[in-house]
């Protein structure tokens, strides 16, 4: 699929699941504008379900060095698109707080479900 069909795709399952965009950074017009390079469709779009984000900060005041969940689309030189989702059981591993660890499993059952319907 073209690179911003991708973008419209991802962003509506995201919402399926509960998660809004609320950031979008756009990689290649970054670049262009910052240092005059050229580089490839590449965007971060940040995924943020308000429960979740809500609950995760509940256990862990530190947990939003996890948010929002990046999602990345990015067009590679042969045209062929690719989505890449984190992990939010090996991010929250980083902050060491089991409860934390429990939670965010649930987290990434619902955005394997999301990258699964994709």
């Known amino acids: 699929m073209a690179f911003d069909d ?14 809004g965009i609320i950031t979008e950074i756009d990689v290649k ?4 504008k910052k240092i ?9 779009l940040g995924a943020c379900n308000p429960l979740f984000a809500h609950k995760a900060l509940l256990t862990d005041n530190k947990a939003g060095v996890m948010m929002p969940c990046n999602v990345i689309v990015q067009q590679h030189d042969d045209e062929k698109v690719e989505i890449t989702i984190i992990n939010p059981d090996a ?4 902050l060491n707080n089991k409860a934390l660890e429990d939670f965010a499993c649930e987290v990434t059952k619902s955005l394997r479900q999301v990258y699964r319907k994709i």
């Not at 795709?9 to 509960?18: N, S």
């Not at 017009?29 to 262009?32: E, G, P, R, S, V």
């Not at 005059?36 to 971060?44: G, K, L, N, T």
């Open 91 to 94: 991010a929250a591993q980083g």
């Open 6 to 19: 991708a973008i419209a795709h991802v962003t509506a399952i995201l919402k399926e699941y509960g998660f």
């Open 29 to 32: 017009d970054t670049l262009k």
């Open 36 to 44: 005059d390079a050229d580089f490839r469709p590449y965007r971060i």
